[in-house]
């Protein structure tokens, strides 16, 4: 019997010990990306799209400067603050489950302080479009991106936060996280339609077809 407590009692303290490890890590990361970014922010220019990795998914937004505007819609005066403009949920969404807070209503374009945006997650610029699309002068990113201030709506798939922050940087609204859910989504269909057809003249088109999308 005492055998047995002495070995829940090391379990126990190990379970412990191992927790404390953990948070003592994790302060330390949550550190070390607190420096980070505080760093990256001295480096943003205007016009710059701003990654925000997230666990699933990245969100995006268009360095503007430190800002303080004044925006009349609709005859009611908007103010905003911040200097990370991006496509989000409203405050009065931020409590809302998911599949509500996502609604267009729920969303719209505003300006948000870099930190906060940041959060927990390492920031970084990506230009990784500027190979394939000539970046809009900085200042005209900025005014587009301040034009669209209080812009409620959102689409998953057709006008989210990285459609917003490519349309700002090269006045064209596409988001490379969609482009590859539908790319996964078309390349196991594709296999799934060649595993199951038994026809190796049906396979042999379905091979031509594939070759034709990836290189069109």
């Known amino acids: 019997m005492e055998d047995l407590v002495r070995i829940l009692c090391q379990h126990v303290f190990a379970a412990i010990n191992d927790m404390r ?9 949550d550190k070390a990306i607190l420096n980070h970014n505080r ?14 990795p997230r666990q699933i998914y990245s969100h995006y937004g268009i360095f503007v400067g430190r800002m303080n505007v004044t925006i009349e ?13 991006h496509l989000t949920d409203l405050p009065t969404a931020q ?14 374009i505003q300006l948000g302080h870099f930190m906060d945006i940041a959060d927990k997650s390492v920031a970084l610029k990506n230009h990784e479009l500027d190979r394939i699309y000539l970046p809009l002068p900085n200042e005209v ?7 669209k201030l209080g812009d409620v709506g959102y689409n998953l798939f057709f006008g989210n936060c990285e459609h917003f922050a490519n349309y700002c940087r090269y006045n064209r609204s596409i988001s490379n996280q969609v482009l590859n859910v539908f790319a996964k989504i078309s390349y196991g269909t594709f296999w799934i339609s060649f595993y199951l057809t038994k026809d190796n003249v049906n396979k042999f ?11 069109r």
């Open 21 to 29: 490890n953990r948070t003592s890590q994790q302060v330390a990361l």
């Open 39 to 52: 760093r990256f922010a001295q480096l943003l220019d205007i016009g710059d799209k701003v990654q925000f």
């Open 73 to 85: 819609q609709d005859n009611i005066e908007q103010q905003f603050d911040g200097d990370i403009a």
């Open 95 to 108: 409590d809302l489950p998911f599949k509500v807070s996502i609604r267009p209503e729920n969303n719209a």
């Open 141 to 147: 990113i900025r005014a587009k991106a301040i034009e």
């Open 205 to 215: 088109r379905l091979i031509l077809l594939y070759f034709a999308f990836k290189y």
